[in-house]
């Protein structure tokens, strides 16, 4: 049965629907906790439920055999998991995993799929992002062979921090590492040298961002071409809370 959430709609795809085709959606989605390490799909295997993040960050994630896994994107309130349904495919690509807990809005799949036939809207914004998703997979693909791995990092931690919406949240040592796909011990020297420089605090797994300027700057040109890439089709997101309080007010 359609349970009707009032609640704040602070998922962006959500937030760019017109006003009829919104309520409509939010009808049918049903407000869910998303839990540190639940995992929401697995490759090659049917979505059961759709997800539009409003705090937290899913991690996509590609398994080789006899390899580790290797995160390939993460998804916040700027998007959604189970976009491929624009394309008639119902099976989920990668696995995908909560790496920041927090809330979203959850949908079953049928249900998406008789809304994407009524909504028109609903339809162009998820093909939008679909088409964005690729393009910073396809970044994230060439930054990892081509860039060093300070760079990287600070690439990932940026990201990590807008869809976090704080300055502190848990990134351990060996999740950098996977995300990465290199050692844990090329983590803990990068990971340490930025915090020499005062760019990081970390400490058993928790970062705290302290100067995100910086970390900008240490960032590959790519962290800003899959922003600027996201802007030019979807629009700025509402300015972030935390990045706000760090820029007006300095690190804590």
Not at 68 to 97: D, F, Q, R, S
Not at 103 to 132: K, N, S
Request: proline residues 4%.
């Amino acid at each position: 049965m359609p349970i009707l959430i009032k609640s704040a709609i602070t998922n962006h795809l959500v937030e760019l629907l017109p006003a009829s085709e919104r309520r409509l959606l939010l009808q049918y989605c049903e407000l869910v906790e998303l839990q540190f390490g639940a995992v929401l799909c697995e490759p090659n295997q049917d979505y059961r439920y759709l997800y539009f993040p409003m705090s937290g960050f899913i991690s996509l994630v590609s398994k080789l055999k006899d390899h580790k896994p290797l995160e390939i994107g993460l998804i916040g309130n700027e998007g959604m998991l189970g976009g491929t349904l624009v394309l008639g495919v119902t099976t989920a690509p990668t696995k995908a995993v909560v790496q920041g807990k927090g809330t979203a809005w959850r949908i079953e799949l049928v249900m998406l799929q008789q809304l994407l036939l009524d909504c028109p809207q609903l339809r162009y914004i998820i093909q939008q992002y679909l088409f964005v998703l690729m393009a910073q997979l396809s970044q994230s693909a060439a930054c990892a062979h081509f860039h060093e791995l300070d760079q990287r990092l600070a690439r990932w931690l940026l990201m990590s921090h807008d869809r976090a919406h704080s300055n502190e949240f848990h990134l351990t040592h060996q999740f950098l590492a996977d995300m990465l796909g290199v050692r844990r011990s090329g983590v803990t020297v990068a990971a340490g040298l930025m915090q020499q420089k005062k760019l990081i605090q970390y400490s058993r797994g928790q970062i705290c961002i302290i100067d995100r300027a910086a970390l900008e700057q240490a960032s590959c040109a790519c962290y800003q071409c899959s922003v600027d890439q996201y802007h030019r089709l979807l629009g700025k997101l509402a300015p972030d809370t935390a990045q706000q309080l760090l820029t007006e007010q300095g690190a804590p």
